[in-house]
């Protein structure tokens, strides 16, 4: 039985699917296929239901409920860090209020986050990867950096209006959850439960084998150092990677109750997990 995982092609991603990938778990009758595709494709591909698995972020579970659960790990929570939203080094931010920001997509975790944090600005949708260049340019008065903008904006010559995760944490107590894995629900109950289990397997297989889940993923790293890489995929692929927790589930419900309660996302959405 094919199942097709569909995840960004990020180092924090390859990280977590190593073992899939290079075929070191045995999958019984399951066989795993990988699309790499950016985040915000992915959030549109699974309102169509795809792909059985993916990633995709939090937010976009609000319109993909119906067609998909929340797998238990592979998790993405920001602990105390997430996207961060910054403008040139060179000029005075002077708040956030309607200005022209760049963002990754109107379906990230990152742009609900930022509508949370200020409401009131004018979205520029940039793929990911040119934000900086974006506002470098001029053409966005700021930018909403997410996978490795996040660390080396500075290096780059911008400078940090907010840490969104910062923000979050302060506000709530709580990790910030952005992304995570869900399964179609239309696979039955039975195959849900192993291919669950076999995604676990593989995150705790790449925890216990760093150093070659690590090569594996620096062919991912856009760029980063192997130190900068490391302390990437260890932000965002740990402990809570293999299982949210019981505050990591709440993280993602108050998320969703919030973007609800401010008007952001249409309806109510309840965070359904396997189990």
């Known amino acids: 039985m094919e199942i097709r995982i569909a995840h960004s092609p990020d ?29 915000e494709t992915l959030n549109r591909a699974a309102l169509k239901g795809e792909y059985e698995v993916s990633a995709v972020s939090i937010h976009a579970y609000a319109y993909i409920a119906d067609k998909y659960a929340l797998l238990p790990s592979g998790a993405s929570m920001g602990e105390r860090y997430g996207p961060v939203l910054v403008s040139r080094a060179d000029s005075h931010s002077g708040g956030v209020r309607g200005k022209r920001i760049a963002i990754p997509g109107r379906m990230t975790s990152a742009y609900l986050a930022l509508k949370l944090f200020e409401p009131n600005f004018s979205e520029v949708v940039v793929p990911f990867d040119q934000i900086m260049d974006v506002v470098a340019r001029g053409e966005a008065e700021a930018g909403l950096l997410i996978h490795e903008g996040q660390l080396t904006y500075a290096l780059e010559g911008f400078q940090k209006i907010v840490d969104l995760g910062e923000w979050w944490n302060d506000q709530t107590g709580l990790p910030l959850p952005l992304g995570g894995n869900v399964i179609r ?30 090569t594996h993923a620096m062919g991912y790293a856009r ?26 589930r709440r993280a993602v419900q108050l998320f969703l109750d919030r973007a609800f309660e401010k008007g952001i996302i249409p309806h109510r959405v309840v965070a359904d997990f396997v189990d």
């Open 185 to 214: 629900r239309d696979l039955g109950s039975a195959a849900i439960g192993e291919v669950s289990r076999l995604l676990r397997e593989s995150i705790r297989y790449s925890l216990e084998h760093r150093e070659a889940a690590l």
């Open 223 to 248: 760029g980063l150092e192997t130190c900068q890489a490391d302390r990437f995929v260890g932000m965002y692929v740990n402990d809570r990677t293999l299982d949210y927790g019981p505050d990591g």
């Open 11 to 39: 180092s924090d991603d390859a990280f977590m699917f190593y073992a899939l990938a290079k075929d070191k778990l045995p999958t019984g009758k399951f066989h795993f296929s990988h699309t790499l595709q950016d985040i």
